[in-house]
């Protein structure tokens, strides 16, 4: 059973802690603030339990979901990692108060749970409730970043982040 929903982060709105993060996890130390180009699958690669970001880059049917890990920065963490990446650009802090991470081209692979709540952004306003099979998540762009919630080594839940 799919079971579709809608939820939206607004740009005040602070997004949940990352979960500690695997041995394969990227670093602010080397930032693209884009998903990668060249990106090579894995088997089976898992998750710990927990919330997960990353961009979408496939959904086979209704058993896995294959996705980029990055890290979404927000706050101190954001600023220090921008600086970092950016020092002559003349901005100390980045555009809306987050930065995205994604120094590492390896994909996961993980298996969804039998129920799997969707939750997407609406397109008017974050608040706004857009719901859509669990397919057609496919059809969104490599830039679309959403938060897997991991329980059992299953992905239970995916919710679009909203970005301004």
Sequence with gaps: ??????????????????????????????????????????????????????????IDGDTAVTMDLVEFLTGDAAI???????????????????FIVNDNTKVRVLPLADAVVVRIVGTNTPEADKQVPLADLGKLRDSTLFWYTVKGGQVTKIEEQFLP
């Design 1 to 58: 059973m799919i079971v579709l929903g809608t939820t939206a982060c607004s740009q005040q709105a602070s997004p949940p802690p990352i979960v500690a993060a695997t041995t394969q996890a990227p670093s602010p130390s080397a930032a693209a603030s884009a998903p990668s180009a060249a990106v090579k699958a894995t088997p089976a690669a898992a998750l710990k339990d927990g919330r997960w970001p990353g961009y979408l880059k496939k």
């Design 80 to 98: 220090k990692a921008w600086q970092k990446k950016y020092p002559d650009s003349g901005e100390d802090v980045p555009p809306n108060d987050y």
